[in-house]
């Protein structure tokens, strides 16, 4: 079994600076791309930023130049640090991480954090 702990959410001025943490723990041999995605009251879950095992990322168009996804495969843990939050931000943001479970099998399978609350005042 995996867990997916996230951390660092909460209320923040627009303007203002936040950095989540994802920690994965539990039956890991690799972990493939690890992810943040969002969903605000109405809305549907979307993708904010993805990073591969390499270290590559993608990030949506509305968080580029402003977010920064990183991750320590040492610690199984990816970081999403936020800057110029605005209001529409505000979100429950979600942790993803693809997880293989062991070496005689490369299958990858999806697990998703608690979600953290990010609340962005005007």
């Known amino acids: 079994q995996v867990q997916l702990v996230e951390s660092g959410g909460g209320l923040v001025q627009a303007g203002g600076s936040l950095t989540l943490s994802c920690a994965a723990s539990?039956?890991?041999?690799?972990?493939?791309?690890m992810g943040w995605y969002r969903q605000a009251p109405g809305k549907q879950r979307e993708l904010v930023a993805i990073?591969?095992?390499?270290?590559?990322?993608n990030y949506a168009d509305f968080v580029k130049g402003r977010f920064t996804i990183s991750r320590d495969n040492a610690k199984n843990t990816v970081y999403l640090q936020m800057s110029s939050l605005k209001p529409e931000d505000t979100a429950v943001y979600y942790c993803?991480?693809?997880?293989?479970?062991?070496?005689?099998?490369?299958?990858?399978?999806?697990?998703w954090g608690q979600g953290t609350q990010v609340t962005v005042s005007s």
């Open positions: 990073i591969a095992s390499s270290g590559s990322t």
């Open positions: 539990g039956s890991i041999f690799s972990i493939n791309a």
């Open positions: 993803n991480a693809r997880i293989v479970h062991s070496s005689w099998s490369s299958k990858a399978y999806d697990y």
